[in-house]
């Protein structure tokens, strides 16, 4: 696992927030799964434009800062689907913003061919 060379100096707000959700499909996945998207097949689905890999990887990111919650069910082929924690649901103020401002954006900007991130 990768370990820092220089620690975080977590007293800053805006620190604690970029590196609980900073990264470029953690938003999103946070959006989605507040939708009720919640096996991995489907959040895959949502943002095409992301490998499986990493939208594994945001996902235990979220798993170990406690946004998400990773329920496992035993049968047969397991099924996994991923929760909101408490923690989760007090994001989902600040994902709507930056929605919200995203798409005042569009409106202002000329769009560049992108494929969608929140569905």
């Known amino acids: 696992m990768y370990e820092r060379k220089i620690p975080l100096e977590m007293s800053c707000g805006m620190v604690v927030i970029m590196e ?4 470029k499909w953690k938003p999103c996945l946070i959006y989605n799964i507040s939708k009720g998207i919640r096996r991995p097949g489907e ?3 949502c943002s095409p434009g992301a490998s499986r890999r990493v939208l594994n990887q945001q996902l235990n990111e979220l798993e170990q800062s ?7 069910y035993a049968e047969m ?19 709507a913003t930056m929605e919200a401002w995203g798409a005042r954006f569009i409106e202002e900007k000329e769009p560049v061919a992108a494929t969608p991130l929140l569905q």
């Open 20 to 23: 609980t959700i900073g990264g």
């Open 66 to 72: 406690g946004i998400v919650r990773k329920v496992i």
């Open 43 to 45: 959040l895959q689905r």
């Open 77 to 95: 082929p397991p099924r996994v689907e991923y929760y909101l924690t408490e923690k989760g649901h007090s994001l989902l103020p600040v994902i």
